[in-house]
């Protein structure tokens, strides 16, 4: 699987009109761009139905190095769904079996994003804000993870 997801990155810069394909890739984190953004060699994966600060907004940084400290260096699986964002294939990825994207939001420092996610992550996020978590405070929603 770590030679289908060397040859699809090299694909996707090649052509960067190319379509994201479904399906299952594994390989190391190489890079974290930030707390819903990783990086397999060079293919990224934007973590499909979480929603991270950004680098300069409130909690941004800490997401990041959160995100960095959980995944940077280990090997991960990703469930693509086929679609694409920017430079990046969506998908849910895994930890040791445990969905990356879950664990971000129990520490309170991503929220759910239900128009990706159907809603997978709010009781987690409940939980997280009922624990202390201000993530829903610092962070508002951003208006793309509004459902249509």
Avoid: F, K
């Avoid at 090299?10 to 190391?28: F, N």
């Avoid at 520490?107 to 239900?114: E, K």
């Amino acid at each position: 699987m770590i030679i289908r997801l060397a040859a699809l990155a090299l694909v996707m810069l090649a052509s960067p009109a190319l379509t994201c394909e479904r399906g299952t890739v594994t390989g190391r984190v190489s890079y974290v761009r930030d707390g819903d953004t990783i990086e397999l060699g060079a293919m990224a994966i934007r973590l499909q139905g979480l929603a991270a600060p950004e680098w300069n907004e409130a909690g941004g940084i800490e997401a990041r190095e959160a995100m960095i400290e959980l995944v940077h260096g280990r090997t991960v699986r990703c469930e693509l769904d086929g679609s694409r964002t920017y430079d990046r294939c969506a998908g849910v990825c895994y930890l040791e079996g445990r969905d990356i994207a879950e664990s971000v939001v129990s520490a309170g420092l991503a929220r759910d994003c239900p128009r990706y996610s159907g809603g997978r992550y709010a009781v987690i996020e409940a939980q997280a804000a009922a624990g202390g978590a201000t993530i829903r405070r610092d962070y508002g929603l951003p208006g793309y993870c509004r459902r249509r």
